[in-house]
Nanobody
Framework: EVQVVESGGGLVQAGGSLRLACTASGSTFDDFAIGWFRQAPGKEREGVSCISTTDGSTFYADSVKGRFTISTDSAKNTVYLQMNNLKPEDTAVYYC??????????????????WGQGTQVTVSS
């Protein structure tokens, strides 16, 4: 089973930047789909971005397009989510989810079989 760990959350002012990292143990990220989701208090979990390590395809939610960038570092077996121009509405717990099928570019949580514990991102106004 793939173990997934997120890191990089924190408190930042509006307009600032953070970079989240998702690292896997127990497997490499070859031919995987990796998704970033977030969940704010009282709201449903929503997809933010996902990437296929098979062909590098990426997908972004409309709310983060142009501000967030997802990327991979295969040498470090890590996926990053660079978040720029953060807004208070980006405040949430961010989760990394992985699925050993690079064709799974999806924002449906049940499409992903392994999840991290989440990392808090708080954006102050």
């Amino acid at each position: 089973e793939v173990q997934v760990v997120e890191s990089g959350g924190g408190l930042v002012q509006a307009g600032g930047s953070l970079r989240l990292a998702c690292t896997a143990s127990g497997s490499t990220f070859d031919d995987f789909a990796i998704g970033w989701f977030r969940q704010a208090p009282g709201k449903e979990r929503e997809g933010v971005s996902c990437i296929s390590t098979t062909d590098g395809s990426t997908f972004y939610a409309d709310s983060v397009k142009g501000r967030f960038t997802i990327s991979t570092d295969s040498a470090k077996n890590t996926v990053y989510l660079q978040m720029n121009n953060l807004k208070p509405e980006d405040t949430a717990v961010y989760y990394c989810a992985v699925e050993p099928d690079g064709s799974t570019l999806s924002f449906i949580p049940t499409d992903f079989s392994s999840w991290g514990q989440g990392t808090q991102v708080t954006v102050s106004s």
